[in-house]
């Protein structure tokens, strides 16, 4: 069976989970309506401040959305040892990875069409003509993301220290990339117009085909033995 | 590609975790149309010995042959090994029905859900086989785990404690199909806690201690 088709087996595995409990989206959306309400009362002062601090909101939700979702999402694999119905199955381990990171893109972009119409209202920044470029960011940063919390997800299987080793090696590693996507964004709001983002999104383009590549390489290993 | 054999033997096979010795160098073949019991305190190695033939985990030392071929081959040998382990592996959130579907689509066996459906009927668990596997006794996940191991005709069949929780009807029906395997040609390697069970359904039973073969009764 081909890489593909079984990540999209071990993505739809996922996805039919959480139509059936909606337990994931329920308690990442809420979270995110929370942050990007806190985040605006706290921060908001005036329509001009709010083009320089809704940015920041908006990527640290998508950031802490993300932590929660994913780390939900791998948490089902380990109730019951349920990973094994994976790992015993004749698949390349890549697969399992690419197909939960596929699973946890969809979920968290799911949030997301909740979250940057929120926090575009919340700030008061008219959308008309940066919201195809907004998303074009969302998507790019959410991918770079959402692959390297899954890598380093999957290693939780075997250790305890899942949480600790999120934190450690998943925020540095994905800084370069949040941090590319929260100046383009800032740009973004400030009026910048398309072309002089395009720059930003090549770069994320290039973190998120590195993070990929990179986790379908170390995931055989790191998935090998349990 | 599905990999066959007909037997499977390991050499010198030892494993660790850290400090702690697991397996300590164990020597063992096993024949098509044979079934295996495994016995021994708990510690003794029993089920690391079916996670190294099951290559969900790898030897520190020592080598496993399936046949011709080695664990380098792991993608082709996953498809002809069947593996009951103790924790059943099966999702909560999924039906009985869909995760032997989830298994079979894995394994590219045509007819995934026809196949699935058969096998519910034939083991006997139409009854619950649409409910999530959250709401099973712990009998009824046993079942389905069993019959997930079977979905795809498995050369080697390995089952860690199978008849935990099953009620004596539902163990005799076990024998049954470990009979059934027998003939059909599987190399079945039990571990069990349970004398009787072990005498009723193996050709040979293994005693282990502290990662060794202490005894071995035919």
């Given at each position: 069976m081909s890489v593909l088709r079984a990540a999209w087996l071990v993505a739809l595995k996922d996805l039919q989970l959480e139509l059936r409990t909606k337990e994931i989206l329920t308690s990442t959306g809420l979270f995110a309506v929370l942050v990007v309400t806190l985040g605006s009362l706290a921060f908001y002062t005036d329509p001009v401040s709010s083009l320089t601090v809704a940015p920041g909101v908006l990527w640290i939700s998508i950031l802490f959305c993300?932590?929660?979702?994913?780390?939900?999402?791998?948490?089902?694999?380990?109730?019951?040892?349920?990973?094994?119905?994976?790992?015993?199955?004749?698949?390349?381990?890549?697969?399992?990875?690419?197909?939960?990171?596929?699973?946890?893109?969809?979920?968290?972009?799911?949030?997301?069409?909740?979250?940057?119409?929120?926090?575009?209202?919340?700030?008061?920044?008219?959308?008309?003509?940066?919201?195809?470029?907004?998303?074009?960011?969302?998507?790019?940063?959410?991918?770079?993301?959402?692959?390297?919390?899954?890598?380093?997800?999957?290693?939780?299987?075997?250790?305890?220290?899942?949480?600790?080793?999120?934190?450690v090696l998943v925020f540095p590693l994905v800084a370069p990339a949040l941090l590319a996507a929260a100046v383009a964004t800032r740009e973004l709001f400030a009026g910048a117009a398309t072309a002089e983002i395009v720059g930003w999104m090549r770069i994320l383009g290039a973190f998120d085909l590195l993070f990929i590549g990179f986790g379908i390489w170390v995931s055989r290993h790191l998935l090998a033995e349990t | 590609m599905k990999l066959d054999f007909e037997e499977v033997s390991v050499a010198g096979l030892a494993k660790s975790y850290g400090p702690t010795l697991a397996l300590a160098g164990v020597d063992l073949r096993f024949e098509a149309g044979t079934v295996t019991a495994i016995q021994g305190a708990n510690g003794s190695g029993k089920s690391t010995l079916l996670w190294l033939l099951a290559m969900l985990a790898h030897p520190t030392r020592g080598e496993i042959r399936y046949g011709a071929y080695g664990i380098g081959r792991a993608n082709g040998l996953r498809a002809r090994i069947g593996f009951v382990a103790h924790q059943l592996q099966l999702y909560p959130g999924l039906s009985g029905h869909e995760n032997l579907v989830l298994s079979a689509k894995l394994h590219d066996i045509p007819y995934a859900e026809k196949r699935a459906t058969d096998l519910c009927e034939a083991l006997g668990l139409a009854d619950y086989w649409n409910r999530t596997v959250r709401t099973y006794s712990r009998g009824q996940a046993q079942r389905v785990s069993i019959a997930r191991a079977?979905?795809?005709?498995?050369?080697?069949?390995?089952?860690?404690?199978?008849?935990?929780?099953?009620?004596?009807?539902?163990?005799?029906?076990?024998?049954?199909?470990?009979?059934?395997?027998?003939?059909?040609?599987?190399?079945?390697?039990i571990v069990t806690h349970e004398a009787e069970f072990a005498g009723a359904v193996a050709d040979r039973i293994l005693q282990m201690e502290r990662g060794r073969i202490a005894e071995l009764r035919t």
């Open positions: 993300g932590i929660l979702l994913i780390g939900r999402s791998w948490a089902l694999e380990r109730e019951n040892d349920a990973v094994f119905a994976l790992l015993l199955a004749p698949i390349p381990r890549s697969a399992i990875y690419l197909g939960k990171t596929l699973s946890a893109l969809i979920l968290l972009l799911a949030v997301e069409l909740l979250l940057v119409p929120l926090c575009l209202i919340f700030f008061q920044i008219e959308p008309s003509g940066i919201a195809m470029p907004l998303l074009a960011l969302v998507f790019l940063g959410s991918v770079g993301f959402v692959s390297t919390a899954s890598l380093f997800s999957s290693v939780g299987i075997r250790t305890q220290a899942r949480d600790l080793m999120l934190s | 079977l979905l795809h005709e498995p050369r080697l069949l390995l089952m860690d404690e199978p008849a935990t929780g099953l009620d004596v009807e539902s163990t005799a029906s076990l024998m049954g199909l470990i009979e059934q395997e027998r003939q059909r040609g599987a190399i079945v390697i």
